[in-house]
């Protein structure tokens, strides 16, 4: 197996830990613990342990945590639009869901053409 993949399906596991981990709290704990332990960037630390496994200078993962830092907007709005669509409908599960992708679709296009426009990559 070529040592990336093994990398990536490693990423994958650890990943899938923390996710678990955050939902394991969120449904049996309380959902403000949950919050509170997924506002913790764990899912940073296995993509920015990837880039460094591939060999990506901590510049580059700099330039990534940075430019994930001005992108929580984009997560910020997001979350507040799904959470605000679930309380407005009593049933269901996925719509809320996707109009939250719409949503999240919309703001990552303006975060990603602000960024291109004003040429800002070089601030991260």
């Known amino acids: 197996m070529k040592k990336w993949l093994f990398d990536l399906i490693q990423n994958f596991f ?3 830990a923390i996710v678990a981990s955050i939902s394991y709290l969120a449904a049996f704990m309380s959902p403000l613990a949950g919050a509170i332990w997924w506002a913790f960037p764990l ?3 296995p993509s920015m342990y990837y880039m460094h496994k591939q060999g990506q200078s901590n510049k580059k993962i700099s330039q990534f945590v940075l430019a994930t830092t ?3 907007g984009v997560l910020f709005f997001t979350t507040l639009a799904i959470g605000n669509f679930y309380k407005e409908q009593k049933t269901g599960f996925w719509l809320p869901l996707v109009k939250g992708a719409g949503i999240w679709a919309i703001l990552g296009a303006i975060y990603y053409a602000i960024v291109k426009y004003f040429n800002l ?4």
């Open 43 to 45: 899912s940073l630390i």
């Open 121 to 124: 990559e070089g601030n991260f």
């Open 70 to 72: 001005y992108a929580l």
């Open 14 to 16: 650890v990943g899938g």
